[in-house]
């Protein structure tokens, strides 16, 4: 059973705590929010954020997938740490 989220806490905390928490780049839609909440937990010196990617709606799905396919292969990890992009 997941956890409760407290009152007026943002949905979106418990999946970049997750994402940090698995060493893993976030990878949204949500270009209103990610961003404030990305650059809050690095402004709080969080040590671990493993990076973002957001990617538009509008972006045909094999066309992000290439992408991530080649961040994947021709980027180490610790490159992407602190570190936010838009697909």
């Given at each position: 059973?997941s ?5 007026g806490?943002?949905?979106i ?6 994402a940090?928490?698995?060493?893993r780049i976030?990878?949204t839609?949500?270009?209103g ?5 990305f650059f809050e937990?690095?402004?709080a ?16 799905i094999g066309?992000?997938?290439e992408?991530?396919?080649l961040?994947w ?8 740490r602190d570190r936010?992009e838009?697909l």
């Amino acid at each position: 059973m997941s956890k409760p989220l407290a009152c007026g806490q943002p949905a979106i905390q418990p999946s970049s705590n997750f994402a940090a928490q698995q060493n893993r780049i976030l990878i949204t839609h949500d270009r209103g929010t990610m961003p404030r909440y990305f650059f809050e937990r690095i402004a709080a010196e969080k040590s671990n954020n493993p990076g973002l990617l957001i990617v538009r709606q509008e972006c045909a799905i094999g066309a992000v997938i290439e992408s991530l396919m080649l961040i994947w292969a021709a980027s180490p990890q610790e490159e992407w740490r602190d570190r936010m992009e838009y697909l």
